[in-house]
């Protein structure tokens, strides 16, 4: 994806939280797994090493490529 603005970050952020959340909510109505609230903690860490990983290759001089990127040119 062509993330650069802390924007972006912030968003695809919240999309991770949101799908974790989704998925132990599923979780809890099928009784499939463990419905547990603190499974959120993962995926915030994930979220946050991807974050700084990016980050860094940005500070690096790293130019997404338009042609691996899933968004739309802007």
Avoid: M, N, Y
Avoid at 2 to 16: E, I, P, Q, S, Y
Avoid at 40 to 50: E, F, T, V, Y
């Amino acid at each position: 994806f062509r993330l650069t603005r802390r924007a972006d970050f912030a968003w695809a952020a919240l999309v991770t939280l949101a799908l974790g959340a989704a998925v132990e909510v599923a979780e809890g109505l099928t009784g499939q797994g463990h419905c547990r609230l603190r499974d959120l903690i993962p995926d915030a860490a994930g979220a946050a090493a991807g974050a700084v990983v990016v980050a860094l290759l940005l500070r690096l001089g790293w130019k997404p490529r338009p042609s691996w990127s899933l968004a739309w040119r802007r």
